[in-house]
Structures are given as structure tokens and as C-alpha cells.
């Protein structure tokens, strides 16, 4: 099968190559068919030796190992490779039985590990937060040094330097962190730096996107449960606590998690130690925590829908995220990028922009920030006519507001069309572009495959038949 360009949520990283390493064929092969329709460069190895001998010469950003296999296990496997340069991010795959072993597989270095029996969309959605990983990982070497720059702490204005500071300044101790600002403005980009620049780096650095869980399974996924401790709880799971120990937690817009939990919360930054849910063994663990969160924390505190004690705990060492509206000599330093990073995914030159675009931009307010910028470059760049970009362009793109300066036109035809219908346009002119090919509509939107792949379904287009072998 012809391999293709990977469409991963984060669009930066392409031409991701992953090997595959499992004795049984049926589970091996169907990986692989699975990663390679995902648009990956993938490719397998029947034993761990055989793994090993292939990474002495060949680089991957990926390595997606079996845990049980003969001559040299998966955990082996694992440890061996700690003592070679590989750069790969490492995925166990494993049974209920041996979640255990899974756990001390991360110890030792591995990104996260996925259960049996799994389907493509898992598969495909774990491989691409362990690119988005090593990816941020890649990126770490400005935080020792002033090289290159993560794209969201790209500016040189005097607030993203002070923040680049305060960010040096924190980063080597242990104090819990309080990362504040909008939406899209980098909290997690920041978090990432202050790990990376850490003494618990080499340690794992394991997130909680709080508002993407229900309230039943939040306590759940912070702390672990046992086996029968509830409805549907068939196996026991270890917490992200407990994962994170000897390195970082991050909590992901904390306020989300309801009061009720936030008692619990506030006793694992006092004493750090907890209990599984159904169990009563206390587990002590030496973890780092950093917190982010897009409102007004003493506003949540005065409404009652946040504990104070739980604030001035988490409340530390504050940090703010400005606004991309509070730093706009910032944006000429930022579109370039962004300009940049899609003609190399699209490897085209890069699009310029016309003076009226650049106008455009200053003038305009940016709600969704840094975000909504390299979504906005990478349509146009998609969508680009010519090499050169006007502001007739973009202007369907943003959101008219009071708070914009600029005077936003409205008699083109775009402006008329409800957002939806100018969403489903740009999607199928792109997916004309590439000639129906899904992966490479996906990395040039900048949006993952299967957010493609809903709205294609929701367009009344066919979806693809997905299976993946629960064997092995």
C-alpha cells in the first residue's frame, strides 16, 4: 500500500514514520493498514531484537510495541532502549491483565500505552498525541538556550519577554503554578515549558483535559479506582496522579472540577496522597502540579463555584498568557511563521501577504488569539489564488465585533453565507485540491482526521469501514 502524509491534531508535525513491533501478524498487520490509511509512514518488525537492529539505522518518531512477546518482552524492549539514542515516542500495547506492567513501562520512559482490544480511531488518535509530544519535546532546546521558538511564545514584544522570564525564573523549582489567560493564548505551551525546563524533564509530564470529562469519572481518572469500586469498573486504573509521580500533573481548566472533588483536590496538594476510589490504601506520590485555567478564579471564588482554600493553594505562582490583541507587533513575527510551517506541510513556497491583509490583521481584535491566527494563515494559505494574499481573503474569516477597529465589508458574497456554509466550502475546495485524498485535506485545514471525517459525514459523504484485530 502507498504510503501518505499524516494528518496528526497537531498539524506541525509531518512526515511522522512509526514502526510497529508485535509476533502476531493478524494484530501487526492490521496496525499497520490502520496507520497507513491514517496517511503514516509505517512499518513492522515480528520481534523486539529485530526492532532494535532496525533503530540503529532507520529514525521514528513512533515505536508501537507489544507487551507480551517471545525471546524479549515489551518491558525489555523498552529498557533496552533507554540506552540508545532513538528520539521515538514509545506506545505499549497491552491486555487488562498486565495494566500493571503498562504503568512501569511509562516509568521507564514510555509516552502512554493503549488496551486491548482497541479500534482504528483509538489507535489513531493515541499515535498523533504521541507525535504532538515529541513534537513539544523537539521544541524544548529554547528553554535552555535562544535558539528557535515553540509557536505560541513566538513575539518579541516587552510582555511575552517578561513572560519568558518569569517562565526561567519558575521552571527549576517545585512550586505549583497557576497558569491564567484566554482561550488559545498557549496555557499548555507554557506548562510545557516550565516541565521541560524542570528537574523532573526526563519524568513524565501527564495532562487532565478537565472539561472533557463527566463529574463520575473525574475522581476516576485523577486518582485511580479498583476493580468493582463501581458500575462498569471491571478492572482497576491508575490515576493520573499516580502516573505523574516523580514528574508533572497538569490540570487542564481546573475549574471545571466540581466543588465535591475540589475537597479531595486540595488534600492531594497539602499532603500529596490519596486513595483510589474503592479502595483504602493510601498512596503517597511526589508530583509537581500545574493548573490552567481561561476565567476569572477569585470571580469563580466569590460565586461560590470555586474553594478558596483550593485557589490559594493552586495560586502559587501565577503566570499570565496575554492576549494576542496586547501584543500586535507580535503579529508580523507570528504570520511569517505560521506562513512558513504550511507551505513546508504543503510543500509549496510560502504565501506573502499584501499590505491590505497586514492591515487587516492589526486592525483586528483576535477572540480566539494565537489559534485563531494560524487557523486563519492556514485556510488562506490552502486557499490562496495566488502566491500573494489579500485581505478580501480574509476578511470572511473574522468575527465582526464591536471591539474591532478596522471596517469589515460586507457586501462580498462570502458574508452572506451563514458560517456553517462558509466552513463546508473551504473543506470541499480543499478536498478538491487534493483530489478527495482525507489525510492531506486534514493536515492542510490544520484540523485532525477525524474532525474531517465527522463533518464529511455530516456533508452526507460515505465514511470508511474502520477494523482493527483485538488479537495478539
Avoid at 487532565?208 to 469519572?217: E, K, R
Amino acid at each position: 500500500m502507498k504510503t501518505k502524509h499524516p494528518s496528526p491534531e497537531n498539524p506541525a508535525v509531518a512526515g511522522a514514520r512509526v514502526l510497529v513491533v508485535d509476533d502476531h501478524a493478524p494484530a501487526r498487520e492490521s496496525m499497520i493498514e490502520t496507520l497507513r490509511h491514517a496517511g503514516y509512514q509505517a512499518d513492522a518488525c515480528r520481534a523486539a531484537p529485530e526492532a532494535l537492529a532496525r533503530l540503529a539505522t532507520e529514525s521514528y518518531d513512533v515505536v508501537i510495541t507489544d507487551l507480551r512477546m517471545p525471546g524479549m518482552s515489551g518491558l525489555e524492549f523498552i529498557r533496552a532502549l533507554q540506552h540508545r539514542p532513538h528520539g521515538a515516542q514509545i506506545v505499549m500495547v497491552t491486555a487488562h491483565a498486565t495494566v500493571a506492567s503498562a504503568v512501569e513501562a511509562m516509568r521507564q520512559g514510555a509516552f502512554d500505552y493503549i488496551e486491548k482490544p482497541f479500534d482504528a480511531d483509538q489507535l489513531e488518535q493515541l499515535v498523533a498525541r504521541a507525535l504532538e509530544h515529541g513534537h513539544v519535546l523537539d521544541q524544548r532546546s529554547p528553554v535552555r538556550s535562544a535558539g528557535q521558538q515553540p509557536t505560541a511564545m513566538i513575539g518579541s514584544s516587552a510582555v511575552m519577554q517578561s513572560l519568558r522570564t518569569r517562565i526561567a525564573q519558575v521552571a527549576p523549582t517545585r512550586e505549583t503554578v497557576l497558569i491564567t489567560g484566554e482561550s488559545g493564548t498557549g496555557k499548555e505551551l507554557v506548562a510545557r515549558w516550565l516541565h521541560g525546563a524542570s528537574d523532573r524533564r526526563e519524568s513524565p509530564l501527564v495532562s487532565l483535559n478537565c472539561p472533557a470529562l463527566s463529574s463520575h469519572l473525574m475522581e476516576s481518572e485523577l486518582f485511580g479506582h479498583e476493580r468493582g469500586a463501581f458500575t462498569g469498573a471491571e478492572n482497576a486504573r491508575t490515576g493520573r496522579f499516580e502516573l505523574a509521580d516523580k514528574g508533572t500533573i497538569l490540570l487542564d481548566e481546573v475549574t471545571e472540577i466540581e466543588l465535591s472533588l475540589q475537597a479531595k483536590l486540595l488534600r492531594v496538594l497539602q499532603e500529596r496522597s490519596f486513595e483510589r476510589v474503592g479502595s483504602s490504601q493510601t498512596i503517597l506520590v511526589d508530583v509537581r502540579v500545574l493548573a490552567t485555567t481561561n476565567r476569572d478564579l477569585p470571580a469563580e471564588v466569590a460565586a461560590g463555584r470555586f474553594r478558596a482554600d483550593l485557589f490559594y493553594r493552586l495560586n502559587v505562582v501565577p503566570l499570565i498568557v496575554p492576549p494576542l490583541r496586547d501584543r500586535p507587533e507580535d503579529l508580523p513575527e507570528l504570520v511569517t511563521h505560521f506562513l512558513g510551517q504550511t507551505a513546508q506541510r504543503l510543500q509549496k513556497e510560502a504565501c506573502t501577504l499584501r499590505r491590505d491583509a497586514q492591515e487587516l490583521l492589526l486592525e483586528y481584535h483576535w477572540p480566539g488569539n494565537v489559534r485563531e491566527l494560524e487557523n486563519i494563515i492556514t485556510r488562506a494559505s490552502v486557499l490562496a489564488a495566488g502566491p500573494a494574499i489579500g485581505a478580501e481573503e480574509l476578511r470572511p474569516w473574522l468575527i465582526q465585533s464591536g471591539e474591532t477597529r478596522g471596517t469589515i465589508a460586507d457586501s462580498t458574497d462570502s458574508m452572506s453565507l451563514r458560517l456553517e456554509d462558509m466552513e463546508r466550502k473551504m473543506i470541499e475546495a480543499t478536498l478538491d485540491r487534493y483530489a478527495g485524498h482525507r489525510a492531506k485535506t486534514a493536515e492542510a485545514l490544520g484540523i485532525g482526521l477525524r474532525t474531517l471525517s465527522g463533518k464529511l459525514k455530516g456533508y452526507g459523504y460515505a465514511p470508511r469501514a474502520k477494523s482493527m484485530a483485538k488479537a495478539g
